[in-house]
T-cell receptor, first 115, second 111 residues
Framework: DSGVTQTPKHLITATGQRVTLRCSPRSGDLSVYWYQQSLDQGLQFLIQYYNGEERAKGNILERFSAQQFPDLHSELNLSSLELGDSALYFC??????????????FGPGTRLLVL | GEDVEQSLFLSVREGDSSVINCTYTDSSSTYLYWYKQEPGAGLQLLTYIFSNMDMKQDQRLTVLLNKKDKHLSLRIADTQTGDSAIYFCAEMRGSARQLTFGSGTQLTVLP
């Protein structure tokens, strides 16, 4: 158990809908990362937050957004869902300091199926 | 190129050693990581190596780093059926220190 929690574990929804994925980082970690794992794209970095502020964006679609709250939990919002958004979405957290503090610990993931 | 590369499949007999290889791209990467993903599960951090090291040993795991060739390997000694999983190497890049992953190597351990 990495100490990173994600809810829900599974999500089934229809095209055009909007969903929210939630992540709680390990105790003491300030940095949260979101990754998408799909069969065709592999594991891809989406976005990072550090202590409530967006720090970097990767291959994140404009239909997707995220935020990190004062209690450091994070939410990833996916809207106007398409079939191709079906994937496993991982959250990872790190202390956020340089060196070993950058090591990322992953949650169990949320499996999203868009029908 | 831009990709972190790994071979897709590896099969070994139980009790043998497994060696999973990876080539990465960013010579400025400070840490390189190995993660394990079992079916239906998340990514478990197995080990890491700092870029100024050549080798790191952690129980049955040995990581070798050839910085000149940007080649990383993970050796699992006395491989067990419970080691069957997908193994990802990852390098840390960019200002956000995000991870760039290889495609993963599916390790199958045969009895």
């Amino acid at each position: 158990d990495s100490g990173v929690t994600q809810t829900p574990k599974h999500l089934i929804t229809a095209t055009g809908q909007r969903v929210t994925l939630r992540c709680s980082p390990r105790s003491g970690d300030l940095s949260v990362y979101w990754y998408q794992q799909s069969l065709d794209q592999g594991l891809q970095f989406l976005i990072q937050y550090y202590n409530g502020e967006e720090r970097a964006k990767g291959n994140i679609l404009e239909r997707f957004s995220a935020q990190q709250f004062p209690d450091l939990h994070s939410e990833l919002n996916l809207s106007s869902l398409e079939l191709g958004d079906s994937a496993l979405y991982f959250c990872a957290s790190s202390v956020g300091s340089t060196g070993l503090g950058e090591t990322q610990y992953f949650g169990p993931g949320t499996r999203l199926l868009v029908l | 190129g831009e990709d972190v590369e790994q071979s897709l499949f590896l099969s070994v007999r139980e009790g043998d050693s497994s060696v999973i290889n990876c080539t990465y791209t960013d010579s400025s990467s400070t840490y390189l990581y190995w993660y394990k993903q079992e079916p239906g599960a998340g990514l478990q951090l197995l080990t890491y190596i700092f870029s100024n090291m050549d080798m790191k040993q952690d129980q049955r795991l040995t990581v070798l780093l050839n910085k000149k060739d940007k080649h990383l390997s993970l050796r699992i000694a006395d491989t067990q059926t419970g080691d069957s999983a997908i193994y990802f190497c990852a390098e840390m890049r960019g200002s956000a220190r995000q991870l760039t992953f290889g495609s993963g190597t599916q390790l199958t351990v045969l009895p």
